[in-house]
C-alpha cells in the first residue's frame, strides 16, 4: 500500500482465463472459466497439461506475442517455415514436371496477379491476400492458385488451409462447343496442304486430342488387327504403369492412315511444332471461314457427342479418348442430342430377335477381322452394348 494504491504483481494482474480439469478416468480437460466450457487437452500427462495450459492463457492475455512466440516455436520445427514465399512454392512445383506441363507451370506462375504473393511468407498468409489475387475473376489464375495452395498444404509448409476448400470461389469456364460436320467439311475443303487436312480428318474421325494425334507414328498402326495403339502424352509422366489407348479403326480412318509416311511420324511436320502453334494455324483458318468459337480441342466434344447419339457404349468411347473418369466422358458428350426411343418398340425388336435370349447375352466375335458390312458394324456395337 502506497498513497492509497496497491501494488499488484504481473502474475497476480494476469487473469486466468482457462483453468485444468482433471476426470476420474485421469484425462485432462481445459475449461474456460467464462464459459464452463470444457475440451480435452487428451493428455494424462500432468507436467504436459500444465504447459498447454499456459500457453492457452498467455495467448488470451498477451496477443500481441502470438506472432513472436510462433516464430520461435516454428523456425524450431523447421527454419524454413518462417521465411519461405510463395514464389518459393512455385518455383517448387515447376521444377517438379516435366516436358509440356512444367512449361504451362512456368507460364502460369508468371501471372500479374501473384504478384502481391510472391514475397509473402507462407505462415504468414490470410485469407484476404487470397481475396485480391482472385478479385478479377480469372479462371487460370483461380485455378493455379488453388493447386499452389494445396502444395504448400501437402508439404505441410502451411499449418492450415487459408481458404477452406467449400469457400473458394468457382471458376466459371467458357461455355465450350462440339464443332459441326458443316463446319469440318468446310475447313477440310478449303485447306490446300494435305498434311493438315489429314491431320483434321484424323481429328474428327478418331477424337484423338491434338497432340496425340500429330505425335502418331507408323508403328502404332497394327494393319493385321486394324488397329491403333498409344500412350497419351500428357500422362506419360505420371506413371510407368499406364494403360495404353487402344481402338479399332474402320474404313474412313484406313484411308486417311494410308495417305500418310510407312515409316516414322506419320505427321511430319505438325508433331515438331508446339501445340499453341497448331492451333494458331487452326484458327487462321477457321477465321478466314467466319467459323467462331472452335479450337481443335473441339474435335473431342464432336467425337463425344457422335458416340453417344448412336448408342456406343460408354466404357469404349472412353477408352478412345483416353479417359478414365465417366465424369470428363459426359462433359465432353453433355450438348449431345439423343431422341429416346420407345419402349414399346424397342421391348418388341427385343422379343424378335434371338440375339437376346436369356441364356446367352453375348455373341462370339472375332475381332481380328475387320466388319465387312453395315450389318456386322451394328452386330459389334449391339455386343458390346449389351
Not at 100 to 112: F, L, N, Q, S, Y
Not at 181 to 191: N, T
Not at 229 to 246: A, G
Request: proline share 4%; glycine share 6%.
Amino acid at each position: 500500500m502506497c498513497r492509497g494504491f496497491t501494488l499488484i504483481t504481473m502474475s497476480e494482474a494476469m487473469k486466468q482465463t482457462f483453468g485444468l480439469v482433471r476426470r476420474p478416468w485421469g484425462m485432462f480437460y481445459l475449461k474456460d472459466k467464462a464459459t464452463g466450457v470444457q475440451t480435452s487437452l487428451k493428455t494424462r500427462d500432468k507436467h504436459e497439461a500444465q504447459r498447454i495450459l499456459q500457453a492457452h492463457n498467455e495467448t488470451k492475455n498477451q496477443s500481441y506475442l502470438n506472432l513472436s512466440l510462433a516464430r520461435v516455436y516454428l523456425n524450431g520445427a523447421d527454419p524454413g517455415l518462417v521465411t519461405r514465399t510463395w514464389q518459393a512454392v512455385m518455383e517448387d512445383i515447376a521444377i517438379k514436371r516435366q516436358g509440356e506441363t512444367r512449361r504451362r507451370w512456368e507460364v502460369a506462375i508468371k501471372d500479374k496477379n501473384f504478384d502481391g504473393l510472391r514475397n509473402l511468407p507462407v505462415c504468414e498468409t490470410r485469407p484476404e491476400h487470397f481475396d485480391r489475387a482472385l478479385a478479377d475473376g480469372k479462371v487460370s489464375t483461380n485455378v493455379y492458385l488453388r493447386r499452389i495452395h494445396n502444395h504448400a498444404l501437402g508439404m505441410e509448409w502451411l499449418l492450415k488451409s487459408v481458404i477452406p476448400r467449400l469457400q473458394w470461389p468457382r471458376p466459371v469456364f467458357k461455355a465450350r462447343r462440339a464443332i459441326t460436320a458443316g463446319e469440318h467439311a468446310r475447313i477440310i475443303a478449303r485447306e490446300t496442304n494435305p498434311e493438315r487436312r489429314d491431320f483434321y480428318e484424323l481429328l474428327w474421325l478418331t477424337g484423338a486430342a491434338q497432340s496425340d494425334g500429330a505425335c502418331l507414328r507408323a508403328e502404332d498402326i497394327n494393319w493385321n488387327e486394324r488397329t491403333v495403339c498409344f500412350i497419351r502424352k500428357k500422362l506419360k509422366s505420371r506413371s510407368e504403369n499406364l494403360k495404353p489407348t487402344l481402338f479399332r479403326f474402320g474404313v474412313e480412318v484406313a484411308a486417311v492412315l494410308k495417305r500418310r509416311p510407312s515409316v516414322g511420324q506419320l505427321f511430319p511436320y505438325l508433331c515438331t511444332v508446339r501445340a499453341g502453334d497448331r492451333a494458331t494455324e487452326f484458327r487462321q483458318r477457321c477465321a478466314g471461314l467466319e467459323i467462331s468459337g472452335v479450337t481443335l480441342h473441339c474435335y473431342r466434344y464432336a467425337w463425344a457427342e457422335r458416340a453417344l447419339k448412336c448408342g456406343f457404349p460408354e466404357r469404349f468411347a472412353q477408352q478412345a479418348l483416353g479417359h478414365n473418369s465417366k465424369a470428363v466422358h459426359r462433359a465432353y458428350a453433355k450438348h449431345a442430342e439423343v431422341t429416346v426411343p420407345s419402349l414399346e418398340d424397342w421391348e418388341r425388336e427385343w422379343g424378335k430377335n434371338p440375339r437376346y435370349n436369356e441364356q446367352s447375352r453375348l455373341l462370339p466375335v472375332d475381332f481380328r477381322r475387320p466388319p465387312t458390312d453395315v450389318a456386322q458394324s451394328s452386330l459389334l456395337s449391339t455386343s458390346a452394348a449389351t
